[in-house]
């Protein structure tokens, strides 16, 4: 499974910014996808991830700002609003298959200003 995001930027604290991801390779065997984040000195987290089913998971800080969505088998966005300087990260897509192995692809840097 091959993943790249884009859609990253800078942007003004209650700013928003759309995330994309296009996954190729491997997709059928897919049955959760996801958005992580690392800022600098601190461990990558999740933000959030969707199942096949639609079923969707997001982290406290970010309830009720962001948005995930697979509108298709091949694509993973990341609709992020209100966004705050505490948002600022690399952001990296994230794909697990039916045998729990993880894919990552090359993150996308969001900075956020305040």
């Known amino acids: 499974v091959q993943l790249q995001a884009s859609g990253g930027g800078s942007v003004q604290a209650g700013g928003s910014l759309r995330l994309s991801c296009a996954a190729s390779?491997?997709?059928?065997?897919?049955?959760?996808m996801g958005w992580y984040r690392q800022a600098p000195g601190k461990q990558r987290e999740l933000v959030a991830s969707?199942?096949?089913?639609?079923?969707t998971n997001y982290v406290d800080a970010v309830k009720g700002r962001f948005t995930i969505s697979r509108p298709n088998a091949k694509t993973l966005f990341l609709q992020m609003d209100s966004l705050k300087s505490e948002d600022t990260a690399m952001y990296y897509c994230?794909?697990?298959?039916?045998?729990?192995?993880?894919?990552w692809g090359p993150g996308t840097q969001v900075t956020v200003s305040s």
């Open positions: 994230n794909a697990r298959n039916v045998f729990t192995r993880d894919y």
């Open positions: 969707i199942t096949t089913q639609g079923i």
């Open positions: 390779g491997g997709i059928p065997a897919i049955n959760l």
